[in-house]
């Protein structure tokens, strides 16, 4: 075991499977002398060399098109979208083709490459560096999106990525990169992408929720817990596929259902989630589904932003409302 | 002069030398003394409000920032020729052309302190935002030159791109486009030597970023960016192009950035030292100033007393943005369209429920 932020233990699953497998790959903008402007990748290129971990020029769409070229020919690219808001030059070769090839030539080409790229708010940034917009990516077919919300999750989430043998879009919380540390266990694990994680049991609401917006949660269930409700907590981390199964689950038992999602509210994920409650335990609810989320609005500045953001009463206040429904 | 300059020849234009000695007298632009004072001031202030910056950014006053140190005297040639109806299309390290235009340093400081009511410019005619996603404002540029040529108006767009911008999809699109419908905007990629830590060389096997007009078919020069009277020639022809319908033009303009890419944001992982020293020789207003100086047209004295006035006055300037005070709710949603939907209003409303609630426990 060892003391890791999210930073380092994305970092070691990087070391480890570079280490490992001759035909993974890793580039992007300033990922290579640099290490990344989040320093994700830092020491890789000196230990792997400038033909495994490199820079690229300065073009998202070339990033990942050339990765669906690479992985088509047997190599396992990692690629680093430097924020959310600059994936989208990369839109046309991630919804044309990564989701696409597969399909297309009946299986004969697949694209195993993992497009990682830190999302979310809250880290005062300029425009473009806050959004969370996994619902247009959730909603493309053939491709995974996956994003941890604990560096153990992400170490292991991101080696099963890297051995996959679909597109994975990984989206990493940066608002969280440094802010939490635990033990994480040294080598290599793997967590299976596409099944949720309960984090607390609970008996009288269900709350789904991911990334970032976990730790909100938390604080939340402890005002609950004050006024004596009692919360179950489900970190989704693969947002597609969905864990199902977890969530009507839970939902069974509880009979509520909130979500806490950073990104705007119409057609979010929690619409999404909302509705798996309502065709697999329609009977069990006591309350209709809620949605804590973004408004739709772009998200503001730094000075507007705490208007967005979801704090802890914000939950805390869907909490109390969906219990005495 | 452009054929004189092929970019396919890669000569650098420059007419202002590093030590501030002319070295193309035939070429050397005429401009009033007065005028020349003018811009060199401009800059000056320019710089001391970049650097003040970067020390507020320090005290923790201002978020991130992407210092225009040592990239003056483009943005400065800039100012000195744009009219208030031409437009003006930057990136976001242009803050002396965008001040020429009349964008105040307040709106600038709101903008980076995190109020988006910096990006609304009082008095700042034809002058688009601060475009942060690379390269993307190049196509504005070009829908902007379209729009003036269609009007048969006279006026002129100047867009901004750093050297990594050159790599991106929109700016070999801009160009092209441009060149097919032979509008009048002069493109001006400020070579800065990195995109962040990655250096121009990486980003393109070209051997100058101004070769690549000659793809697209338009007249396209590289030129020393830190000799003023270089980019004021260069510009001044690039206009005469534009104005006689065989625009646009590319300009290339070889620079550096002595400061960090942004506040958030350390050199010494990607560039040396001596690196820093040589361009440091190169420095924009150190060479116009020997100049001056050798004209009689300037002292030191008179520039340590002006750079004391022009500190007071982005003081004050940063001190009225500090107070420009909270931030309304209703200016999240109240922007987002021209016509705002029922259900935006419903989700306001929810909020302030929500708030009040909030008050009530919180108390
Ligand atoms: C589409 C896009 N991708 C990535 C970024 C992140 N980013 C901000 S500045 C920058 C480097 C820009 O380099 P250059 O074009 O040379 O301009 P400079 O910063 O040197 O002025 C990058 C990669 C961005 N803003 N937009
Ligand atoms: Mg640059």
Redesign the interface.
């Known amino acids: 075991m060892k003391i890791m932020n999210m930073v380092n233990a994305i970092n070691d699953a990087l070391d480890i499977k570079l280490n490992e497998d001759r035909s993974v790959v890793v580039y992007g903008q300033d990922v290579g002398v640099e290490g990344g402007v989040f320093r994700v990748t830092e020491g890789l290129q000196k230990k792997y060399g400038a033909d495994r971990v490199f820079d690229s020029p300065l073009a998202e769409s070339g990033i990942v098109g050339t990765a669906i070229g690479m992985s088509i020919a047997g190599l396992r690219p990692i690629v680093e979208m430097q924020f959310c808001g600059f994936i989208y030059p990369a839109f046309n070769q991630i919804i044309s083709h990564a989701a696409r090839m597969h399909n297309r030539s009946r299986g004969d080409h697949k694209t195993p490459m993992v497009i990682r790229m830190p999302y979310g708010g809250g880290i005062n940034a300029l425009e473009h560096h806050s959004e969370s917009m996994e619902a247009i990516f959730g909603h493309i077919p053939g491709l995974k999106v996956v994003a941890p919300s604990t560096p153990h999750d992400a170490k292991g989430m991101l080696i099963s990525a890297i051995e996959s043998n679909d597109t994975i879009l990984f989206m990493e919380p940066k608002r969280i990169y440094r802010a939490i540390k635990q033990e994480v266990a040294e080598g290599k694990y793997t967590i299976p992408l596409g099944k949720a994680n309960v984090i607390s049991q609970g008996k009288d609401v269900t709350i789904v929720s991911f990334g970032a917006m976990i730790r909100e949660v938390q604080k939340a269930i402890v005002m609950a817990k004050e006024a004596g409700i009692s919360v179950e907590l489900i970190d989704l981390r693969s947002i597609y596929p969905i864990d199902k199964e977890t969530i009507s689950k839970s939902v069974k038992k509880t009979g509520r259902i909130i979500t806490v999602t950073e990104g705007p509210k119409s057609f979010g994920l929690g619409a999404e989630i909302s509705q798996i409650a309502i065709e697999e335990a329609f009977l069990h609810l006591e309350a209709p589904p809620v949605r804590v989320s973004g408004f739709d609005v772009i998200v503001p500045l730094p000075k507007g932003e705490h208007h967005y953001m979801q704090d802890p009463y914000k939950i805390f206040y869907e909490i109390e409302k969906i219990v005495k429904y | 002069m452009f054929n004189n300059y092929n970019p396919i020849n890669n000569i650098e234009f420059q007419i202002l030398d590093h030590n501030g000695k002319i070295v193309a007298k035939d070429m050397l632009p005429s401009i009033k003394d007065a005028d020349l004072l003018k811009a060199y001031k401009d800059m000056l202030f320019a710089r001391t409000a970049d650097l003040q910056i970067v020390s507020y950014q320090r005290q923790g006053r201002i978020?991130?920032y992407p210092p225009n140190y040592g990239q003056e005297a483009i943005s400065g040639a800039v100012g000195s020729l744009i009219k208030d109806n031409d437009w003006l299309v930057p990136a976001f390290r242009e803050m002396g052309a965008m001040l020429a235009k009349g964008v105040t340093l307040k709106e600038l400081f709101l903008?980076f302190?995190?109020?988006?009511d910096g990006s609304k410019y009082s008095k700042a005619k034809r002058t688009l935002p601060i475009s942060?996603?690379?390269a993307s404002q190049f196509l504005h540029a070009a829908g902007l030159g379209y729009a003036i040529k269609y009007s048969k108006d006279k006026d002129l767009v100047y867009a901004f791109v750093g050297d990594?911008?050159t790599?991106?999809?929109?700016f070999h699109e801009a160009i092209n486009f441009a060149g097919v419908w032979k509008i009048p905007v002069i493109f001006i990629i400020q070579n800065n030597q990195y995109?962040?830590?990655?250096p121009t060389k990486?980003?393109?096997a070209s051997q100058n970023l101004a070769i690549k007009s000659i793809a697209y078919g338009v007249k396209g020069i590289k030129v020393d960016g830190n000799d003023y009277f270089a980019m004021y020639k260069t510009l001044q022809e690039s206009i005469k192009i534009c104005e006689s319908g065989e625009g646009p033009v590319l300009i290339e303009a070889v620079t550096y950035r002595k400061g960090a890419h942004t506040t958030?944001?350390d050199p010494s992982?990607?560039r040396t030292k001596e690196e820093e020293e040589l361009w440091d020789t190169k420095d924009p207003l150190k060479r116009l100033k020997s100049y001056l100086i050798s004209k009689k047209l300037w002292t030191d004295k008179e520039e340590e007393k002006i750079i004391e006035q022009y500190k007071v006055e982005v003081d004050r300037q940063f001190i009225e943005a500090e107070n420009y005070g909270p931030?309304p709710?209703e200016?999240?949603?109240k922007y987002?369209y021209a016509e705002m939907p029922d259900?935006?209003k419903e989700?306001?409303k929810e909020?302030e429920r929500?708030l009040e609630?909030?008050a009530s426990?919180?108390k």
Not at chain 2, 167 to 170: I, K, L, N, R
Not at chain 2, 195 to 198: A, P, Q, R, V
């Open positions: 978020y991130t903008y302190m995190g109020y988006e942060v996603p690379i990594g911008g790599s991106e999809g929109d995109g962040i830590s990655t990486m980003q393109t958030s944001d992982k990607y931030y709710k200016d999240i949603f987002m259900d935006l989700q306001e909020y929500f609630w909030k426990r919180t």
